[in-house]
């Protein structure tokens, strides 16, 4: 093999160790963009950004043609590109939240580290990783521990069935006693005597799902409970 062709296996490698990296972060965390789809986007980043280079000075140069060619042109097509396939996992719910973005960006991040090791950045591609899991694991962590209050809920969507209309406003003043922070109500008419009230609310990020189901339940005049945890 020659000394280019060792250098490519080389980035291609690293590229792959990078996007397992990213993979394994996001498998863990049983998100829709797992371990195969971070290593196929790193690599083949990576491949098109040797290629791109590659190719920029591939061609021969004398006096009567001399072709010129951008060494990043693919690589610039990348960035814009990926941004389809990160489209595909953000979601809107039902409940009008939107989920999936820091997936998406990861997506996107996997295609920078790809392109940065194709180029030759091979210490800036590594600390670029190092800085993404800190990012997204140690940040969120010391953020719930010591962070300000809003930084330290998360929002649970709820709908509950109430038999009385009289007894929403009730329900209401017992959620703010709990400490639960409304963010929206919506009401709507069902029948003559059930009527439909949709929360969305803010918790401390420690208080389980099913404790906020045990406390609403016991409210009077709720028929039933529906709860999402919507972080």
Same mark, same amino acid.
């Given at each position: 093999?020659? &000394?280019?062709?060792?250098?490519?296996?080389?980035?291609?490698? #690293?590229?792959?160790?990078?996007?397992?990296?990213?993979?394994?972060?996001?498998?863990?965390?049983?998100?829709? /963009? =797992?371990? *195969?789809?971070?290593? /196929? +986007?790193? +690599?083949?980043?990576?491949?098109?950004?040797?290629?791109?280079?590659?190719?920029?000075?591939?061609?021969? @140069?004398?006096?009567?043609?001399?072709?010129?060619?951008?060494?990043?042109?693919?690589?610039? &097509?990348?960035?814009?590109?990926?941004?389809?396939?990160?489209?595909?996992?953000?979601?809107?719910?039902?409940?009008?939240? #939107?989920?999936?973005?820091?997936?998406?960006?990861?997506?996107?991040?996997?295609?920078?580290?790809?392109?940065?090791?194709?180029? =030759?950045?091979?210490?800036?591609?590594?600390?670029?990783?190092?800085?993404?899991? +800190?990012?997204?694991?140690? +940040?969120?962590?010391?953020?719930?521990?010591?962070?300000?209050?809003?930084?330290?809920?998360?929002?649970?969507?709820? &709908?509950?069935?109430?038999?009385? *209309?009289?007894?929403?406003?009730?329900?209401?003043?017992?959620?703010?006693?709990?400490?639960?922070?409304?963010?929206? $109500?919506?009401?709507?008419?069902?029948? *003559?005597?059930? @009527?439909?009230? &949709?929360? $969305? #609310?803010?918790?401390?990020?420690?208080?389980?799902?099913?404790?906020?189901?045990?406390? #609403?339940?016991?409210? @009077?005049?709720? *028929?039933? /409970?529906?709860?999402?945890?919507?972080?």
């Amino acid at each position: 093999m020659t &000394q280019i062709e060792l250098d490519m296996l080389l980035k291609l490698g #690293i590229s792959a160790i990078l996007g397992l990296v990213i993979g394994l972060e996001r498998e863990l965390k049983r998100k829709p /963009v =797992g371990l *195969k789809t971070s290593l /196929v +986007i790193s +690599i083949v980043s990576c491949l098109l950004t040797i290629v791109s280079i590659e190719s920029a000075y591939s061609f021969p @140069h004398n006096d009567n043609i001399n072709i010129t060619m951008d060494p990043l042109r693919l690589a610039a &097509q990348i960035v814009s590109g990926i941004g389809f396939l990160g489209a595909g996992v953000i979601l809107r719910r039902e409940n009008d939240s #939107i989920s999936g973005l820091t997936t998406a960006a990861m997506i996107w991040g996997a295609a920078g580290i790809g392109i940065a090791v194709g180029a =030759g950045f091979f210490t800036e591609a590594i600390v670029g990783v190092g800085l993404l899991i +800190i990012s997204v694991e140690l +940040i969120p962590f010391l953020m719930n521990l010591i962070g300000p209050k809003r930084l330290r809920e998360k929002e649970i969507s709820l &709908q509950l069935n109430v038999t009385d *209309k009289n007894n929403i406003a009730e329900i209401i003043i017992l959620m703010k006693e709990e400490d639960f922070s409304i963010k929206r $109500v919506r009401i709507k008419d069902i029948a *003559k005597d059930e @009527h439909l009230v &949709q929360f $969305v #609310i803010a918790v401390d990020s420690k208080l389980k799902t099913t404790d906020v189901y045990y406390t #609403i339940s016991k409210y @009077h005049g709720i *028929k039933s /409970v529906e709860i999402e945890s919507m972080g």
